[in-house]
């Protein structure tokens, strides 16, 4: 039986008739955010940002999966307003934020990737502590209806689950590729996640049409 909160979210999917034209100039912010960091040649940042975001596809991708084959609900599904909601749990706005968000993550990063601040690694503290700020954002949307959970494991009764799956491997995987010192690999590891998310969507989403 699928959850009262995921029939709405269901038939908000890929619905054109919610557009909105602010998602015009949000993508403009988006893209002049990122143009700003190229022209100051910041690849690391770049790319950074965009392993960031992709990795954020992926969690989007298995939610739906768990919609879809559970028939009851996703970890996490945005029911209400957006003027376009990609996936069950994922609209456009959100996209848009965690696009600039792993800007914000690369950029705040300490130029010497082995300080230590208390004793521990400035890269895994700032991933825990940031993924930790996230987690309070989205118990916060979760108070006010913005996105909801339905399953057990996935809530106020677990965060420690959300703060692992949820945000952590953003953030790891980010200073992960920001740290790279050939950026012919920072290049290859983010294709690889844009071929990995793009191959993902067109099957589960345009062939079988499972999320």
Known sequence: MIAASAAPAQELVRNASHFQ???IPLLLLVIHAYGEQA??????VVLAGLAFWLMDWVNEIWN???FHFSGFAPAWSTPNGSAYVLLIGLNIEISFMFAIMGLYAARTLPADRKLKI???NNRWLLAAVNSVLCVCVE???NHIGALVWEWPAWNLSAPWLIWLIGYL???VVAYWV???TSLKRQITVVAALAAGV??????????????
């Open 139 to 141: 118990v916060w949307l």
């Open 21 to 23: 034209w602010y998602i």
């Open 118 to 120: 208390a004793g521990i």
């Open 178 to 180: 920001h740290d790279m």
């Open 64 to 66: 739906g999966m768990l």
């Open 198 to 211: 793009s191959v993902a969507l067109a099957v589960f989403g345009g062939v079988l049409g499972w999320i």
């Open 39 to 44: 022209s100051a040649r910041r690849w690391n």
């Open 169 to 171: 491997p953003f953030f």
